[in-house]
């Protein structure tokens, strides 16, 4: 079956960085999203990779390694606003989209 | 990027009935997606919605449950038939943006519909 982990919860510091990880198995590939989801509102784009390598996009950079099945999202210099659900998604052969259950950070202050 | 308008925002529904949710869209669009997303789940697409077509639907997804209308290519329906608590869920629909992103066919979704089963 097709799988995508990513962890439940986690908690950083505001100011700090912070790597959130997203392994999947499915059946072929193309292309990794992340998407950014406020409680209560509509998932928003954040990155997509389909190439190995690191994306950096301001003070959010998404990496992919398609040989490992991994990919992370790295967010520095972390604000109270990025408190949200960061939803991991993998295009398969048949373009269907597969979707992590995401995961909650929490930023303290 | 597409706007998406959708309502109801929440609702509030009793056991056996039935409700529909409307999307919106500011552009007219090839396919529009509809998804559930339980607490602390996935994402999980129930139809995907084809202007002049049968909306195809995924597995676990049956058209009586689901029905959905796609009158035009700005505008869908789905309804949620004959409802159970176990339907309380949030769904959303979106579209895609063709390659807006490095090649990458981008999702927008609606803010959501938040509904409560009693």
């Known amino acids: 079956g097709q799988n995508i982990d990513q962890p439940t919860e986690m908690t950083a510091t505001e100011g700090a960085i912070v790597q959130i990880n997203c392994t999947y198995q499915?059946?072929?590939?193309?292309?990794l999203f992340w998407y950014q989801q406020h409680a209560g509102e509509a998932p928003t784009f954040l990155s997509y990779n389909v190439l190995d390598g690191l994306e950096e996009k301001g003070r959010f950079s998404s990496f992919l390694s398609r040989s490992k099945g991994y990919s992370y999202l790295l967010l520095k210099e972390l604000q109270m606003k990025d408190s949200a659900s960061y939803l991991c998604?993998?295009?398969?052969?048949?373009?269907?989209?597969?979707w992590g259950a995401g995961t909650k950070l929490i930023i303290k202050p | 990027s597409a706007v998406i308008s959708q309502k109801p925002s929440r609702d509030i529904c009793q056991r056996g009935t039935s409700l529909t949710i409307q999307c919106q869209v500011d552009?007219?669009?090839?396919?529009m997606f509809w998804y559930r997303q339980q607490p602390g789940q996935s994402l999980t697409l129930i139809a995907t919605a084809n202007q002049g077509s049968e909306a195809t639907y995924e597995s676990g997804f049956v058209i009586d449950k689901f029905p959905i209308s796609r009158p035009n290519l700005t505008f869908s329906t789905l309804t949620v038939s004959n409802m159970s608590p176990e339907d309380s869920s949030i769904y959303l629909c979106?579209?895609?943006?063709?390659?807006?992103?490095?090649?990458?066919?981008?999702?927008?979704f609606g803010a959501g519909s938040r509904l409560t089963v009693l």
């Open positions: 979106s579209v895609e943006a063709g390659g807006s992103h490095s090649g990458a066919n981008v999702l927008t």
């Open positions: 499915t059946s072929g590939f193309n292309g």
């Open positions: 998604a993998v295009r398969d052969s048949n373009y269907q989209l597969i």
């Open positions: 552009s007219q669009v090839t396919m």
